[in-house]
């Protein structure tokens, strides 16, 4: 339940992840890439709807699914500003400051929102939402993308692990709640049992 006291504190946060969201479509758009699938290039529009609602929990869901692979990229986008080198397929290789600038503050969205909420206890209802997000990814891959596009990884995993997974794509919701969603809510946990009051 979310006080009267921060009702301005998530309103402005709302509006500051509208501002990612339209930082995220810009890009895209002067980058000729129209492709919006990938978790870290829409998922701030959810956000923004559920600070505006104050759903903390679903909040909490979406971090579960983007916090790791989101700071991973930003490791990789600063890696390459200062070595030149990418161990990321997904970072351009002759990106301008305008894309380095926006893609790290796209992709600083779910820690962000960690932020603040990391007083908020994570419950097994995210863990069900976050789970509920995964199959509607899931669904948009399958229908809406190809395996060359590898959006989110549902498709294709080749750039992302260096050995075949049998069925992968069937098992994608599973192998990425287990290894991605439960580790994340751990870590929002621990974050948890240390600063709260």
Known sequence: MVSSGNNKR??????????????AILRNLFSSYYNFFWFCDFVSLPLALCFFFKKDNFIKSLINIGLVAQLIYVTGVI???F???SFLDTIPSDP??????????IHLSTLIALIFT???KPTI????YS??????MYT???FFTTPTQEINYVLSSKTLIPFVIPHYTQLWVLLTFIIVVLPTQLIQYLIYKKFKK
Request: charged share 0%; proline share 0%; hydrophobic share 65%.
């Open 140 to 142: 948009v891959a399958l």
């Open 96 to 105: 301008n400051i305008l894309y380095f600038v926006s893609s790290i503050l």
């Open 125 to 128: 209802n995210i863990l069900f």
């Open 79 to 81: 890696y390459f500003l």
């Open 131 to 136: 789970l509920i997000f995964l199959f509607g």
């Open 118 to 120: 990391y007083k908020v």
């Open 10 to 23: 998530y309103l402005i946060l709302g509006f500051l992840f509208l501002f990612i969201q339209a930082v």
């Open 83 to 85: 070595s030149g080198n």
